[in-house]
């Protein structure tokens, strides 16, 4: 799960990392509400207007509806005119900005549409770095990246500067060591003041992603200000879902606009779901048996559209869910069910397959295969139903009919 810019920043304030003041808005007059208490506190008149979306690359991105706006606004116009004139700045920022959508190299083409703006002051930039904790799966720990060049696209410094990212694995009973912080705040060219901040920094970060199951956390850029302080300019956190019930308060900051309606769906009804590349949609029970459908798909020369597991002891609803969800994305071409029932039995799929299918349609060929508790039964509904299937009697011969179908 992913949570806003603004949300992560709370987060962090609550952890005792720097971060700049700011107010989270929805509206118009809330925007310009903010303004003055900011710059009141800041004692800066500059204050910076953010799109709160779950992507990045705002600074960068522009409006489909006002294509000369960006997604990150800094309002100046207090440098002058007094915090008036930067109230004036903010509402004709808010007014354009709330309810656009905005396009960044994240959100693809189509964009995301933005319903929260965050206010912020505006911070006196020396330096940009990057800092992020990721969970490396194949370690089994969380890794510290650190690099100079903040600011930029990461993937890119990677591929080629990979030489400019500093690595340090966090060993999980004792936390980042303090030579390991020391390093990285070395390598990264920091002293005085701002290397000893960055420390503590980097080691109370580490701790919080341990503590907050979190498996990303991006600060890009990480800020060394003109007044050598160090502080995180921006924030993208994601956690762990099989953690979540752990953390709560964390659980209800999910902003259900900003995900996948089908992932969504598949959550609510308890489907595990994950949406991939391929044409061939599939439908199955058990995590083992998705899996080697999908292998078996891929044998014979098809690709997976997704992983759908409906579960052991799924329901007809759970199963027109799952039809519904499938049927929803653009790609797929085919439909292959493969079910073994045992703990479910064969009736109660077939029964869930015909509701599906007369609510949404059959708008692509579908291969049922049914095996196991009740399965003359579940033939008999299905044959009954006047569906336009095909029956298959094992998964070979499935796997092959809905490649064929689907070419
Ligand atoms: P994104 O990564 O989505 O583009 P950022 O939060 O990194 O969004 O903001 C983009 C850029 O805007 C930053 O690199 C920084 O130069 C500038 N910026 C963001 N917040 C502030 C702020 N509070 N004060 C000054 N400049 C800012
Ligand atoms: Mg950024």
Request: hydrophobic share 45%.
């Amino acid at each position: 799960m992913k949570i806003h810019e603004y949300q992560a920043k709370q987060l962090m304030a609550a952890h005792g990392i720097p971060v700049p003041l700011g107010k989270v808005a929805v509206s118009v007059e809330a925007a310009v509400a903010a303004v003055r208490p900011l710059v009141e506190q800041s004692g800066n008149p500059v204050v910076v207007v953010k799109s709160q979306i779950h992507a990045g690359g705002r600074g960068k991105g522009t409006f489909k509806e006002h294509p000369d706006l960006r997604g990150v606004n800094v309002v100046t116009a207090g440098l002058q005119g007094g915090v008036e004139a930067t109230e004036a700045a903010v509402a004709d920022l808010a007014e354009r900005m709330l309810g656009s959508t905005l396009v960044t190299i994240q959100t693809g083409p189509s964009g995301k549409r933005v319903n929260r703006l965050y206010v912020e002051q505006g911070v006196n930039i020396d330096r940009e770095l990057y800092l992020a904790v990721l969970l490396d799966r194949a370690l089994a720990r969380n890794i510290v990246m650190a690099s100079t060049e903040g600011g930029m696209d990461i993937e890119k410094v990677a591929e080629e500067t990979p030489d400019k990212i500093l690595r340090a694995e966090v060993d999980p009973a004792v936390g980042l060591a303090t030579f390991q912080a020391n390093g990285l705040g070395w390598g990264l060219g920091l002293e005085g003041p701002a290397h000893t901040e960055f420390v503590l920094f980097v080691k109370t970060l580490t701790a919080m992603a341990t503590q907050l199951d979190t498996d990303l956390i991006e600060i890009n850029p990480l800020v060394v200000t003109k007044e050598a302080t160090v502080i995180a300019l921006d924030g993208k956190m994601g956690f762990d879902d099989n953690a979540l019930y752990r953390h709560p308060d964390i659980a209800n900051m999910r902003d259900e606009t900003e995900e996948d309606p089908a992932e969504l769906e598949a959550k609510e009804t308890g489907l595990s779901y994950i949406k991939l590349n391929g044409t061939i949609g599939c439908m199955v029970n058990g995590a083992g048996l998705a899996m080697s459908t999908m292998d078996i798909i891929k044998h014979f020369g098809g690709e997976p559209a997704n992983f759908l597991d409906v579960g052991g002891g799924a329901n007809a609803e759970q199963v027109a869910a799952a039809i519904r969800i499938i049927t929803a994305d653009p790609n797929v071409k085919g439909i292959f069910v493969n079910i073994f029932g045992g703990i479910m039995r064969c009736d109660t799929i077939a029964a869930g397959i015909i509701s599906g299918v007369k609510e949404v349609g059959l708008p692509v060929p579908m291969v049922v295969r049914l095996e196991g508790t009740n399965v003359e039964l579940g033939k008999q509904m299905l044959d009954e139903s006047g569906l336009n299937l095909v029956t298959a009697t094992d998964m070979k011969e499935g796997a092959q009919k809905i490649v064929e179908l689907t070419r």
